[in-house]
């Protein structure tokens, strides 16, 4: 089992859900929306994820966050 936090695991469940049902990644603006943070506390959860390995993103490229986990390994969504 992936070694990830409550919280963590609940940005990973978002990212993996949101792509599936819009077609593209979310922005952190859209994480930000959901778990009513601020900007500074969702970018370092992004960076977090990435140096941890559970995600991968394209440096300078909006909305290309991507779990690196299979889905059977994600939490439900809250």
């Known amino acids: 089992m992936p070694e990830y936090t409550k919280k963590q695991g609940q940005y990973l469940a978002f990212i993996y859900n949101y792509t599936k049902i819009n077609g593209r990644p979310p922005a952190e ?5 959901y778990f009513r943070v601020s900007p500074p506390t969702v970018h370092q959860m ?18 290309s966050i991507r779990v690196l986990l299979p889905p059977e390994e994600l939490p439900y969504l809250e």
């Open 29 to 33: 603006a859209d994480m930000q929306r």
């Open 46 to 63: 992004v960076l977090t994820l990435e140096k941890r390995g559970f995600i991968t993103r394209e440096p300078g490229k909006a909305r």
